[in-house]
């Protein structure tokens, strides 16, 4: 597989990417979390307030381990916070807290993105597991047809992750307005490193969406390339 032109052709993208948000996640994250907010709040202050503001206090948050851990869990009602979060006052921590503040406005909203990525979680989940056996089983077997149901099953996932972009996207731009319209994040060199903190998070979930694409078109060129060798 990895000796092939194609599947370089296909990955390459995704990967190319995926070290240039990495890179970028790793510059700006630690920039930023040198650099102080005006307000001088925490992570977990700031996601308090803006949920607070929205009328979201049965919204509990708590501090989970591991760096770049922080996410909300829809299902709990839990706005889970790195260490690093949750207690540093920093520009890097305020985007990250409003950010995952923004998933729980999100789901308060019923924001319809959001509500079509958990409607197809245990799908994708399912699908998941089975696609690799049902695509490699197709080719074990000679069936074409079941090896295009194991490509509709890996199609799963790269849908996922394109449903993904708007709903992380949104939540970027609701955690921007929201720590500037409530003057947690002023100064005209703070909002940039705003942005940069975010737009670095973005190039992450863009990178996953591309290399999902990559690899179900790389996929389908081998389903396509075994049928031309038997005719
Ligand atoms: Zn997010």
């Known amino acids: 597989m990895f000796e092939s032109p194609l599947f370089w052709l296909f990955a390459a993208p995704g990967l190319l990417l ?11 994250y630690m920039k930023y979390s040198q650099v102080a907010t005006a307000s001088g709040m925490t992570g977990a202050e700031v996601a308090r307030h803006l949920l607070d503001a929205k009328g979201l206090r049965d919204v509990r948050i708590e501090t989970t381990p591991g760096m770049l851990s922080d996410h909300y869990d829809p299902r709990g009602r839990v706005l889970r916070l790195s260490q690093e979060v949750y207690y540093t006052p920093s520009v890097t921590a305020a985007g990250i807290a409003a950010h995952e503040a923004g998933h729980a406005l999100q789901d308060a909203d019923d924001y319809f ?3 079509v990525r958990s409607f197809i ?97 790389y996929l389908v060129a081998i389903a396509i390339g075994s049928r031309r060798e038997r005719y």
């Open 18 to 28: 995926g070290f240039y948000a990495q890179s970028r996640i790793k510059l700006n």
């Open 113 to 115: 993105p959001m509500q």
């Open 121 to 217: 979680v245990p799908l994708v989940q399912l699908a998941a597991k089975i696609a690799p056996w049902v695509f490699f089983g197709g080719f074990v077997l000679g069936n074409e047809g079941v090896a295009w149901a194991g490509i509709i099953l890996f199609g799963a996932q790269t849908l996922f992750t394109l449903v993904t972009l708007p709903v992380e996207f949104d939540a970027s731009a609701r955690a921007r307005n929201l720590l500037t319209a409530h003057g947690i994040v002023t100064q005209k060199e703070n909002i940039e490193g705003l942005d940069k903190v975010l737009g670095a998070a973005a190039w992450t979930y863009v990178a996953g969406a591309v290399s999902a694409v990559g690899s179900l078109l």
